[in-house]
Nanobody, 117 residues
Protein backbone atom coordinates (compact mmCIF):
# COMPACT_ATOMS: atom_id res chain seq x y z
CA UNK A 1 0.00 0.00 0.00
CA UNK A 2 1.05 3.57 -0.71
CA UNK A 3 0.71 6.43 1.75
CA UNK A 4 0.27 9.93 0.32
CA UNK A 5 0.61 13.26 2.08
CA UNK A 6 -0.39 16.50 0.35
CA UNK A 7 0.62 20.04 1.18
CA UNK A 8 0.38 23.51 -0.30
CA UNK A 9 -3.30 24.37 -0.34
CA UNK A 10 -4.71 27.66 0.85
CA UNK A 11 -6.61 30.81 -0.01
CA UNK A 12 -5.64 32.81 -3.08
CA UNK A 13 -7.20 35.61 -5.10
CA UNK A 14 -8.39 35.04 -8.66
CA UNK A 15 -5.44 35.15 -11.01
CA UNK A 16 -3.06 33.98 -8.32
CA UNK A 17 -0.95 30.85 -8.06
CA UNK A 18 -0.53 27.92 -5.73
CA UNK A 19 1.70 24.87 -5.80
CA UNK A 20 0.51 21.58 -4.38
CA UNK A 21 2.95 18.87 -3.40
CA UNK A 22 2.44 15.21 -2.61
CA UNK A 23 4.94 12.80 -1.07
CA UNK A 24 4.52 9.05 -1.44
CA UNK A 25 5.81 6.37 0.91
CA UNK A 26 5.27 2.66 1.44
CA UNK A 27 5.05 0.40 -1.62
CA UNK A 28 6.42 3.06 -3.94
CA UNK A 29 7.94 0.53 -6.31
CA UNK A 30 4.41 -0.34 -7.42
CA UNK A 31 3.50 3.20 -8.51
CA UNK A 32 3.12 3.84 -12.23
CA UNK A 33 0.88 6.87 -12.66
CA UNK A 34 0.45 9.72 -10.19
CA UNK A 35 -2.31 12.26 -10.40
CA UNK A 36 -4.50 14.88 -8.84
CA UNK A 37 -8.26 14.83 -8.44
CA UNK A 38 -10.45 17.55 -6.99
CA UNK A 39 -13.90 17.71 -5.50
CA UNK A 40 -15.94 20.87 -5.09
CA UNK A 41 -18.91 21.07 -2.70
CA UNK A 42 -21.92 19.31 -4.15
CA UNK A 43 -19.99 18.00 -7.14
CA UNK A 44 -18.41 14.71 -8.11
CA UNK A 45 -14.70 14.13 -7.80
CA UNK A 46 -12.95 14.88 -11.10
CA UNK A 47 -9.54 14.05 -12.48
CA UNK A 48 -7.44 17.18 -12.92
CA UNK A 49 -4.12 15.88 -14.24
CA UNK A 50 -1.93 12.80 -14.28
CA UNK A 51 1.65 11.89 -15.10
CA UNK A 52 3.24 8.53 -15.81
CA UNK A 53 6.59 7.31 -14.53
CA UNK A 54 8.07 8.16 -17.94
CA UNK A 55 6.69 11.70 -17.84
CA UNK A 56 3.65 11.52 -20.08
CA UNK A 57 1.08 14.02 -18.88
CA UNK A 58 -2.60 14.70 -19.39
CA UNK A 59 -4.92 17.47 -18.19
CA UNK A 60 -8.62 18.09 -18.08
CA UNK A 61 -9.60 20.75 -20.60
CA UNK A 62 -10.57 23.38 -18.04
CA UNK A 63 -7.04 23.55 -16.58
CA UNK A 64 -4.95 23.18 -19.74
CA UNK A 65 -2.48 26.03 -20.07
CA UNK A 66 -2.91 27.02 -16.40
CA UNK A 67 -1.87 23.92 -14.44
CA UNK A 68 1.36 21.96 -14.73
CA UNK A 69 1.96 18.55 -13.19
CA UNK A 70 5.48 17.36 -12.50
CA UNK A 71 7.07 14.39 -10.83
CA UNK A 72 10.35 13.47 -9.17
CA UNK A 73 10.74 9.70 -9.30
CA UNK A 74 13.84 9.77 -7.10
CA UNK A 75 11.99 11.60 -4.33
CA UNK A 76 8.61 9.93 -4.97
CA UNK A 77 6.83 13.24 -5.19
CA UNK A 78 4.32 14.80 -7.53
CA UNK A 79 3.55 18.52 -7.73
CA UNK A 80 0.75 20.53 -9.27
CA UNK A 81 1.61 24.11 -10.19
CA UNK A 82 -1.62 26.08 -10.54
CA UNK A 83 -1.48 29.50 -12.20
CA UNK A 84 -4.17 31.99 -13.16
CA UNK A 85 -6.51 30.40 -10.66
CA UNK A 86 -10.25 30.93 -11.01
CA UNK A 87 -13.05 30.71 -8.45
CA UNK A 88 -14.25 27.53 -10.14
CA UNK A 89 -10.95 25.89 -9.20
CA UNK A 90 -12.05 25.98 -5.56
CA UNK A 91 -12.12 22.41 -4.27
CA UNK A 92 -10.40 19.86 -2.11
CA UNK A 93 -7.49 18.46 -4.10
CA UNK A 94 -6.43 14.84 -3.66
CA UNK A 95 -3.20 13.17 -4.66
CA UNK A 96 -3.58 9.67 -6.03
CA UNK A 97 -1.57 6.82 -7.53
CA UNK A 98 -2.23 3.95 -9.90
CA UNK A 99 -0.34 0.70 -10.44
CA UNK A 100 -2.03 -0.12 -13.71
CA UNK A 101 -3.39 2.34 -16.25
CA UNK A 102 -5.61 4.96 -14.64
CA UNK A 103 -6.99 2.68 -11.92
CA UNK A 104 -6.23 4.99 -9.01
CA UNK A 105 -6.28 3.08 -5.74
CA UNK A 106 -4.36 5.09 -3.15
CA UNK A 107 -5.43 8.52 -1.94
CA UNK A 108 -4.11 11.34 0.19
CA UNK A 109 -6.18 13.12 2.82
CA UNK A 110 -6.83 16.12 0.57
CA UNK A 111 -5.86 19.76 0.73
CA UNK A 112 -8.26 22.69 0.41
CA UNK A 113 -7.79 25.24 -2.35
CA UNK A 114 -10.00 28.32 -2.20
CA UNK A 115 -9.95 30.97 -4.91
CA UNK A 116 -11.78 34.07 -3.79
CA UNK A 117 -11.42 37.82 -3.63
Amino acid sequence: QVQLVESGGGLVQPGGSLRLSCAASGSIFSINTMGWYRQAPGKERELVAWITRSGITNYRNSVKGRFTISRDNAKNTVDLQMDNLKPEDTAVYYCTTARVGLSFTDWGQGTQVTVSS
